[in-house]
């Protein structure tokens, strides 16, 4: 078999030694592999190389197009930015794939009937990481949720399903606030999975949604959902199972694929020869699916299984009465290693095959909608008094038929016939509307704000209010 060329990243803490555990079992199962070494993680950082990876690490990515990865250190402190995200966004990398199955009654959990898929939109939504710091008292975060962005791992989820003989996909949503943005990703939900009609489907409010996962995970098989949900519920999901340094993740994109384990770099045990590979070597299972592998892959992980069900544990998933011997991170290597070729006698056994599944998604050519610029909100500054004082000196800065309709705060509408009680930051929004029907052009909008600002007004951010064929592309106001 032809070598599969891959970068190979150890990073910091206990990656050097998870990754050379994982590298010693998959090459002693078979595993044809042409290995570039790069630097990432905290020494680089430190450097003073803000990306996080060495010089020419991108060149190997590009080359190789697969990456496994050991867990990573970012700095502490301000002006780090997450190389996994980094990443995720510079190679495409759409969709996060986190399988978490239990492995009851050799790992103790109590859901023995846990095996779950969280396909979670990696590029997007609070990861887009637009922060600003807006006044004294108020910051904020901007939530990015674009169609093509939701397709793409939408459908990637209903392939995945399709491919591994998954019998439903359930969407994750908040879209009963969030009416916009997860308003968006649920509507494309829903009209990708009529495209899947052999697929069971339906949808849940996040919060119930995942209390649901906690208590009776079994009744999901595939979740799809947006980035921050997907971060936070798929390492719910996997301590749940039994551990978080149980689970592996991939990270697909189209030509690009990065895998690792979901856990961090766990300084505090580094360099003890007490950590668990098994997270990164289930995600090494998942490459070497990937590059078309897929014996390998059924050798090493049935191996793994093997040595769980016979109590071979390391010092994370030991328990008495259920483990028998507990053994150090070379050790397990050496375990499974010993294991290969046997499958399990009470766990199911794998028989992986290659099943391309990267969702190739193409913006379809659509006629633009109509799009009307009907108000603005204008967000300012001012801790000089009541909301009744701002609304009433605000509503004399008039153009044309643009003027103030209401003021909100953090949110909740405050002027006109707010209530007492409402407690307000230094942080106002005060939405500028022309009459029904009417639409504005932007240079209305620019005389607007300077007479704000002749005004006295301190004017911190801006969003204009458009229709889109009619429809309001903006949120109503709460009160």
Known sequence: MKKTPISVAYGDGIGPEIMTATLRIIEAAGAQLEIEEIEIGEKVYLRGIDTGMSSGAFDSLRRTKVFLKAPITTPQGKGYKSLNVTTRKALNLYANVRPTVSYAPFIHTKHPKMDVVIVRENEEDLYAGIEHRQTDEVYQCLKLISRPGSERVIRYAFEYAKAYGRKKVTCFIKDNIMKLTDGLFHQVFDEVAKEYPEIESNSMIVDIGGAVLADTPEVFDVLVMPNLYGDMLSDVAAQISGSVGLAGSANIGDPYAMFEAIHGSAPTIAGQNVANPSGLLLGAIMMLVHIGQADVASRVHNAWLRTLEEGVHTNDVFEEGISKKRVGTKEFADEVIARLGKEPEHLAPVHYHHVPTVA??????????????????????????????????????????????????????????GLDETFCTDHWRCRFQASEGQSLSPLQVVELLQKAVQAGFDVIKTENLYTFDGVPGFSAVHG
Do not use: C, M
């Open 360 to 417: 190739h998604y193409e913006l379809p050519a659509t006629k633009p909608a109509d799009k009307q610029l009907v108000g603005v909100d204008v967000f300012i500054h001012w801790k000089n008094g009541k909301p009744d004082d701002l609304g009433e000196t605000l509503s004399q800065v008039v153009v044309d038929a643009l003027r103030l309709q209401v003021i909100t705060n953090r949110g909740i509408k405050v002027w006109p016939s």
